[in-house]
């Protein structure tokens, strides 16, 4: 069992800078690919971005490529999500998800991740 608490949520301006943390508890932190999804009101669960258990491989949603960055320190059993360039409409729940994968690769659908975060909520105002 894997528990997953986000933090660093809250409501910034369009054009700024937000980190998002998810801090595992539980089993070997390192032996799981981590995630961060994202659902806007009254849309579908998007996946914006996933790394490996090592670091060694990432991957972006198109939405984000280029503005946001994922990274983990397995010391600290936590995975971050920097967010820059917020726009109104990278408001959403933002979720971190857990995949028992020691392999170099990750995956972008719901289904592949078998522990989840609460959410924590980003607003952007314009």
């Known amino acids: 069992q894997v528990q997953l608490v986000e933090s660093g949520g809250g409501l910034v301006q369009a054009a700024g800078p937000l980190r998002l943390s998810c801090a595992a508890s539980g089993r070997s932190f390192s032996n799981y690919a981590m995630s961060w999804f994202r659902q806007a009101p009254g849309k579908e669960r998007e996946f914006v971005a996933a790394i490996s258990w090592s670091g060694g491989s990432t991957s972006y949603g198109d939405s984000v490529k280029g503005r946001f960055n994922i990274s983990r320190d397995n010391a600290k059993n936590t995975v971050y999500w920097q967010m820059n360039s917020l726009k109104p409409e990278d408001t959403a729940v933002y979720c971190c998800?857990?995949?028992?994968?020691?392999?170099?690769?990750?995956?972008?659908?719901?289904?592949?991740?078998?522990?989840w975060g609460q959410g924590a909520q980003v607003t952007v105002s314009s």
């Open positions: 998800a857990a995949d028992y994968n020691t392999l170099n690769i990750v995956g972008k659908r719901e289904y592949q991740y078998e522990y």
